[in-house]
């Protein structure tokens, strides 16, 4: 059986659903970088699987696959998501686009990476800028009373002035920033905490290369 048989529409469109919906927590490596318009890796290792896995999807999904000696090569790559899948596949890849960064984004993204090294690379730059400007991103919460909560987002706003009582209040309809329960809980009070800094104004792999043709 081929593609044909194997796909299933419904099985790999509520995957692909799933992967772009949890994005705040799932970062698989083609997220080094930013890419227009990227596909859910689910949709092509679901292809790759009903053309090449010999079996309906549903059944070798979650199964470990090796396709030694099969090569896809994507001629228009962009962030390279189908070579990538195609690689933890067992596949050989071959890529090509004219835009040179798309060839760096998806080397770096193929590429063997040492672990130990980059661990350590991660865990010196972190420091560094949390010496640098890690104070910027501390505040204090207001029902706790501790200090130095981490902030995930400060919100800037304009403010204005009452012309009856002289108070300043916010420009602004308020402070939610999402209600979907996908993403992910978080301290309220340090974000409410982190909006007192307003701005106060008064009105106001393989083969990758770039194509070089």
């Not at 962030?79 to 060839?103: K, W």
Request: aromatic share 10%; with cysteine; net charge negative.
């Amino acid at each position: 059986m081929s593609i044909e048989q194997n796909y299933s529409i419904r099985f790999i469109g509520e995957l692909a659903l799933r992967e772009k919906q949890i994005q705040q927590n799932y970062r698989p490596i083609i997220a080094v970088h930013k890419w227009f318009a990227r596909r859910p890796g689910t949709l092509f290792r679901g292809l790759m699987l009903s053309e090449f896995g010999g079996e309906p999807v549903e059944d070798t999904y979650y199964r470990a696959n090796s396709f030694e000696g099969v090569t896809i090569a994507d001629p228009f790559m962009g962030g390279g998501t189908p070579l990538l899948e195609a690689n933890r596949l067992g596949c050989d890849v071959i890529g090509a686009d004219i835009n040179p960064m798309a060839a760096w984004i998806v080397r770096e993204e193929l590429d063997a990476l040492d672990l130990k090294a980059y661990a350590k690379a991660a865990e010196d730059l972190a420091e560094h800028l949390s010496q640098q400007v890690g104070h910027f991103y501390k505040t204090r919460c207001p029902v706790t009373g501790q200090s130095d909560v981490d902030v995930k987002y400060f919100l800037w706003v304009k403010t204005g002035t009452c012309t009856a009582c002289h108070k300043s209040y916010d420009l602004f309809p308020g402070y939610v920033l999402a209600e979907d329960a996908r993403h992910t809980s978080m301290c309220w009070y340090a974000l409410l905490a982190a909006t007192s800094m307003r701005l106060l104004t008064h009105t106001r792999p393989a083969h990758v290369a770039a194509d070089q043709s």
